[in-house]
């Protein structure tokens, strides 16, 4: 029998991009290069006055005499990055993974507000999501070692849900247990006016956070609280404990590189890695 050929990596079925499209890769996403990194450095600056604009719309004062200006600077950044995003579109050789990343998905965040605000008044405050833009500032100014331990923090964090998950619902259990407690042996003339009015009671109380808005009034329901409190402190170093035994379990050395992938414009991979670890294309030298 003859062996049937094995299939190609998927990294080279993408489209070669023209002279043009490659050359505005380099700038786009090529902040080794000075053209790329003059550009990140300008859409930088660009997001930070952006989110200016979008704070001082926000403040009466300025509000009322900078209407005008404050409305068409919104509309000028606007404009700029929604044709940043067409670009970074552009020049990839296959637009949809680019739009389906990380940051691609942040970019198009940073805008779509601006358009809602057309239909839904208020949605367009919501541009100071532009702030998550600035974690390219890491790649730009060659920090990797922050992407390093950024890396190690969502890997901790992503082995710790099933325990933080056991945790959470032991919790839920507690506070409704003595939620409904204190609202049999408080009652309404306390302000416990319901059980889902004392969960919420004992929720603020065993977090330690203590609003209160409610207290108990009678020396059984006081000594119910005590002993919320107490559990409270205990409860609160669980979470901190479990996420700690994950980052000692999950650091490891890791080094990574700022060149970007010109097929789905990922970044941060491995100094050694020849290939991109999101789409498979072969990274640039």
């Not at 200006?69 to 404009?79: I, K, S, Y």
């Not at 389906?100 to 965040?109: A, H, N, P, Y």
């Not at 974690?135 to 331990?149: D, G």
């Amino acid at each position: 029998m003859t062996a049937k050929p094995k299939r190609q990596l998927r990294y080279n079925q993408g489209t070669t991009l023209s002279a043009w499209r490659e050359a505005l890769n380099q700038i786009v996403f090529g902040s080794e290069t000075a053209a790329g990194r003059r550009f990140d450095i300008t859409v930088i600056v660009a997001i930070l006055l952006s989110i200016l604009v979008v704070m001082l719309d926000s403040v009466a004062d300025f509000q009322q005499r900078y209407a005008t200006t404050l409305f068409w600077a919104e509309w000028l950044f606007t404009g700029l990055f929604t044709l940043e995003y067409v670009l970074r579109l552009i020049c990839v050789r296959r637009p949809w993974l680019y739009a389906r990343s990380f940051f691609g998905i942040v970019d198009l965040l940073s805008i779509l507000p601006a358009y809602l605000g057309l239909l839904l008044p208020g949605a367009e405050y919501m541009l100071t999501l532009r702030i998550l833009r600035l974690l390219r500032i890491f790649r730009v100014l060659k920090l990797s070692e922050y992407l390093e331990e950024a890396d190690i923090l969502v890997v901790a964090l992503v082995n710790s849900v099933r325990k933080i998950t056991v945790f959470l619902y032991a919790v839920l259990t507690l506070v409704v247990v003595f939620g409904t407690l204190m609202y049999v042996v408080e009652g309404p003339a306390a302000g416990f006016t319901s059980i889902p009015k004392a969960v919420y009671w004992a929720i603020v109380t065993i977090t330690t956070v203590g609003y209160g808005d409610i207290a108990p009034k009678t020396p059984i329901g006081q000594m119910i609280a005590s002993t919320i409190m107490i559990m409270g402190y205990g409860i609160i170093a669980v979470p901190t404990g479990i996420y700690s035994a994950e980052l000692l379990n999950t650091r490891k050395n890791q080094n990574l590189d700022n060149r970007a992938c010109p097929d789905c414009g990922a970044a941060s991979h491995d100094f050694d890695a020849a290939h991109c670890k999101y789409c498979g294309h072969r990274l640039d030298a």
